[in-house]
Structures are given as C-alpha cells and as structure tokens.
C-alpha cells in the first residue's frame, strides 16, 4: 500500500501526495471558473439593458419637451424634483405628463398614442406610475375630482376655495364632495355664497380706504 505525504506543490501550498488535493485551506482559495463566460455574457445583457432603459428616457423626455407648453413644463419639473431619481423611468415621465393634462381637463392626442405604440410603451405601467404619483403630490381628492368635473372647473374650484374659506367643507372626501355637488346643483346657494364674498371684498376694501385716509390726515 502506497503511503501518502503532504508535500508542497509548485504554488506553493500542501497537497495530498496520493490524490494531489489541497490539504492547506486556510492559505487556499478554490474559484470555480467554469461559468466565467455566462457570468460575463449576462453582465453584458445587463449593461445593454440599463442603456436601453436611460436611452428610452432620453427619447421620452425629449419628446415631451416638445409637446409640452411652457407651463406645463413648469409643473412637470416641479413635480420631478419630489421624486427619487432613482425610481424615474420613461413610464414615470409619461405618467407626470398625464397627470398635469388631467389637472388641465386635457386628453391625450393621437400623436401621444401612437408614439406610445411606436416605442412599445405600455399603457398599464403608466397607470400604475399615476396611482404612484398621487401619492408622491399628495393631492386633495376632491381637487383631482374638480379637475374631472365635465361642468365647470373653474367655477366649482372657486367654490371649493370659498366653502373652505367659510368653514363649511368639513369630514371625509366622500363628504366634502357632496357639499361641493349640493352648491354645484343649487343656484340660489352659489349665488348667495358669492354674493356673501362679494360683500366682504367691498369691506375689505373700504377699510383699506379708511386706513389709507387715517393715515394721510396731518393732525396741527
């Protein structure tokens, strides 16, 4: 029977002379290069992938900044900054856009879907980058409600304001809605609520008037 030794092999570490196995572990480390080039084809792909992600924002961006009007352009930055950069993508950017439409009672033309079909962007992830996006702006619900009021915004928004103003708007949203359709549907109370802040503007107004004459009068 062959008897076995230790021996140190050419690296430099002990080896079973028998076998020709490493018996000096704590100096080894044992790299399997088999899957090498897998590991290298797949951080390949993935490199490919993050520029095709950042291109695709690049091409999203650019052709929103196209469409959009200088003050849309506004809200679309002031929107951005809240949001961690690192969860933006062209879906995102998209979702941003179509939230400022609504707020303006805008709908998305046919150019803006067909450029949507033509980058093969979905209409799903921006839906759910909007239910996202809600929570990031942290909108009144019943502001976003105004906003898709087919009556009108303007109107039912300075409602809003003043009702507030008052005291009146109190509760959950599903309550303050309906005290904003009670006022919306019943024309003797609009006028009377407007009338009423007509009122005080003229106060407000006079009072400044006293103010300023107070103060023009020279006592001798």
Same mark, same amino acid.
């Given at each position: ?31 399997? $290069?088999?899957?090498?080039? $897998? $590991?290298?084809?797949?951080? &390949? ?5 993050? *520029? ?10 650019? %052709?929103?900044?196209?469409? =959009? ?9 002031? !929107?951005?900054? +809240? ?22 009672? /805008?709908?998305?033309?046919?150019? %803006? ?29 019943? !502001?976003?409600?105004? @906003?898709?009021? &087919?009556?009108? +915004? ?5 409602? @809003?304001?003043?009702?507030? /103003? ?5 509760? *959950? ?8 359709? +009670? @006022? ?14 007509? =009122? ?21």
């Amino acid at each position: 029977m062959q008897e076995c030794y230790k021996v140190r092999n050419s690296e430099g570490f002990l080896v079973d002379s028998c076998t020709g196995e490493v018996v000096d572990f704590d100096n080894y480390t044992y790299q399997d $290069y088999s899957n090498l080039e $897998y $590991y290298e084809r797949a951080s &390949s792909q993935k490199r490919e992938t993050e *520029k095709e992600i950042k291109d695709m924002k690049k091409i999203v961006l650019n %052709y929103l900044q196209s469409v =959009m009007t200088e003050k849309e352009k506004e809200m679309f930055y002031k !929107i951005l900054q +809240k949001i961690d950069e690192k969860k933006l993508d062209a879906s995102f950017y998209l979702a941003i856009y179509e939230y400022i439409l609504e707020r303006e009672g /805008k709908v998305v033309t046919r150019d %803006y879907i067909k450029f949507l079909k033509m980058k093969g962007l979905g209409r799903h992830a921006i839906r759910q980058k909007k239910k996202l996006l809600r929570h990031v702006v942290r909108e009144d619900p019943i !502001i976003h409600y105004i @906003y898709e009021y &087919s009556g009108d +915004k303007e109107e039912a928004l300075r409602i @809003y304001e003043l009702l507030k /103003k008052k005291g009146i708007m109190y509760g *959950k949203a599903e309550t303050r809605k309906k005290i904003l359709l +009670k @006022y919306l549907s019943d024309q003797k109370l609009k006028e009377k609520l407007f009338e009423e802040e007509r =009122m005080k503007e003229i106060e407000r107004t006079l009072l400044l008037l006293n103010i300023r004459d107070f103060d023009s009068f020279s006592f001798f």
